[in-house]
């Protein structure tokens, strides 16, 4: 009876906090799938053919405005790596879509506060900075070379087909593209792509927040973080925070839910925002960067990640410390707030209706033989491209 209620308990705390964040997530992925859908891709890689500041600052916001998923940020990357982005700016597109994203913004608002959502935002810069310092300073041109060698061998990693995938409808105005029925079309199948690619992630990431808030006592986490001595826990806490991602197995969006459970548990603020950007340092994600880009390339891409998010995390905690305003209290309420008629129950209710209408065109434009494409890269079996472009050509 006691496991019984305690699966109950953990499974409750799960289900209230994906009820808070939901509208939030449809409206991320809306907004995301609207940006995919206008933004051609083989732009973007011309676009990217340096690491000069300005090509730094394009795949910034490049990556900002693309999908979330973080194994289709890593196959994307590749993608545009092969097309002739500098593999400083692949990587930067990839840290900027996993870490500067609308539906993570959105997440980190509601479940945690705005502070999170600044230093999420100032912390992600300012990691991309000391990555692209890093980079410039220790990125030998062969080990480049000898990436670049192994990526065009092409081996498979997962969501490969997400990374080849271009359905933008780019001629016309703005507008005119947007509400077209090619557009309303681009948009939903970038919509459930994305949905679809990380919804285990999400799904993993709530069940494992819920869990650990009901079983884990906080005199736990209070003695792993170190929380009786400040000074200490402002250094161990960015340092432990990308280790505890690494072995968490969750990406993208799915480590929000964790990261609220950790702060309640008394990690550091800039342990927190460590935690949130190491979400590419996880296990699968190490192994798909071997296969693509050999062993001594994701051993250093392993090395010089950890370093930016952990300084990263450290040094945002200390600005925000000296300018007061960290966020004192240590208690997330989302996790004990049980459903009830509010705002969040009419945007949830709003945004599910959104959903199925994208679902409903899904469906009737092919989306489900594109769902199966997105695993398989184009020429291995199906080419993407052309049955992406008769998608859009029937329903005009």
Same mark, same amino acid.
């Given at each position: 009876?006691?496991?019984?209620?305690?699966?109950?308990?953990?499974?409750?705390?799960?289900?209230?906090?994906?009820?808070?964040?939901?509208?939030?997530?449809?409206?991320? %992925?809306?907004?995301?799938?609207?940006?995919?859908?206008?933004?051609?891709?083989?732009? *973007?890689?011309?676009?990217?053919?340096?690491?000069?500041?300005?090509?730094?600052?394009?795949?910034?916001?490049?990556?900002?405005?693309?999908?979330?998923?973080?194994?289709?940020?890593?196959?994307?990357?590749?993608?545009?790596?092969?097309?002739?982005?500098?593999?400083?700016?692949?990587?930067? %597109?990839?840290?900027?879509?996993?870490?500067?994203?609308?539906?993570?913004?959105?997440?980190?608002?509601?479940?945690?506060?705005?502070?999170?959502?600044?230093?999420?935002?100032?912390?992600?810069?300012?990691?991309?900075?000391?990555? &692209?310092?890093?980079?410039?300073?220790?990125?030998?041109?062969?080990?480049?070379? &000898?990436?670049?060698?192994?990526?065009?061998?092409?081996?498979?990693?997962?969501?490969?087909?997400?990374?080849?995938?271009?359905?933008?409808?780019?001629?016309?105005?703005?507008?005119?593209?947007?509400?077209?029925?090619?557009?309303?079309?681009?948009?939903?199948?970038?919509?459930?792509?994305?949905?679809?690619?990380?919804?285990?992630?999400?799904?993993?990431?709530?069940?494992?927040?819920?869990?650990?808030?009901?079983?884990? @006592?906080?005199?736990?986490?209070?003695?792993?973080?170190?929380?009786?001595?400040?000074?200490?826990?402002?250094?161990?806490? @960015?340092?432990?925070?990308? *280790?505890?991602?690494?072995?968490?197995?969750?990406?993208?969006?799915?480590?929000?839910?964790?990261?609220?459970?950790?702060?309640?548990?008394?990690?550091?603020?800039?342990?927190?925002?460590?935690?949130?950007?190491?979400?590419?340092?996880?296990?699968?994600?190490?192994?798909?960067?071997?296969?693509?880009?050999?062993?001594?390339?994701?051993?250093?891409?392993?090395?010089?990640?950890?370093?930016?998010? &952990?300084?990263?995390?450290?040094?945002?905690?200390?600005?925000?410390?000296?300018?007061?305003?960290?966020?004192?209290?240590?208690?997330?309420?989302?996790?004990?707030?049980? @459903?009830?008629?509010?705002?969040?129950?009419?945007?949830?209710?709003?945004?599910?209706?959104?959903?199925?209408?994208?679902?409903?065109?899904?469906?009737?434009?092919?989306?489900?033989?594109?769902?199966?494409?997105?695993?398989? @890269?184009?020429?291995?079996?199906?080419?993407?491209?052309?049955?992406?472009?008769?998608?859009?050509?029937?329903?005009?």
């Amino acid at each position: 009876m006691v496991l019984i209620q305690a699966i109950l308990h953990a499974l409750s705390a799960s289900f209230n906090m994906l009820w808070e964040v939901l509208w939030a997530l449809a409206l991320g %992925f809306i907004l995301s799938a609207i940006v995919q859908s206008l933004v051609s891709r083989q732009a *973007v890689a011309g676009a990217l053919g340096s690491d000069s500041p300005r090509s730094l600052a394009i795949a910034t916001a490049l990556g900002a405005a693309s999908s979330s998923c973080s194994y289709a940020a890593v196959a994307i990357a590749r993608a545009l790596f092969r097309k002739g982005a500098s593999l400083a700016a692949a990587m930067v %597109f990839e840290f900027a879509s996993t870490n500067l994203v609308f539906e993570l913004g959105l997440i980190l608002l509601i479940l945690l506060g705005w502070q999170f959502l600044a230093a999420e935002f100032a912390g992600g810069l300012l990691m991309i900075v000391i990555l &692209a310092v890093v980079f410039r300073l220790t990125l030998r041109r062969t080990m480049v070379e &000898a990436a670049r060698r192994q990526a065009d061998r092409g081996l498979l990693g997962k969501m490969e087909g997400h990374g080849d995938m271009d359905m933008s409808v780019t001629e016309g105005p703005f507008f005119r593209r947007l509400f077209s029925s090619r557009g309303l079309t681009a948009i939903s199948h970038y919509f459930w792509m994305d949905v679809t690619a990380v919804w285990t992630d999400i799904g993993l990431g709530l069940l494992i927040a819920g869990a650990l808030a009901a079983w884990v @006592p906080d005199s736990f986490w209070q003695g792993f973080f170190l929380s009786r001595y400040p000074v200490i826990a402002t250094v161990w806490g @960015p340092l432990i925070g990308p *280790v505890i991602s690494m072995l968490s197995f969750v990406c993208s969006i799915g480590n929000v839910p964790l990261a609220a459970v950790l702060w309640n548990g008394g990690i550091s603020f800039g342990g927190v925002i460590s935690f949130i950007f190491a979400d590419l340092l996880i296990i699968p994600i190490l192994n798909i960067y071997r296969k693509y880009y050999g062993t001594r390339m994701s051993l250093y891409l392993l090395v010089v990640s950890y370093v930016a998010m &952990a300084v990263a995390g450290f040094l945002i905690g200390l600005a925000f410390q000296a300018t007061g305003i960290l966020p004192a209290h240590r208690h997330v309420i989302a996790f004990e707030s049980s @459903p009830s008629l509010n705002y969040t129950a009419v945007l949830n209710v709003i945004f599910l209706g959104a959903m199925a209408l994208l679902a409903w065109r899904f469906l009737r434009t092919g989306g489900l033989d594109m769902l199966r494409m997105m695993e398989v @890269p184009a020429g291995h079996g199906a080419d993407i491209t052309s049955s992406g472009d008769s998608h859009q050509h029937h329903h005009h």
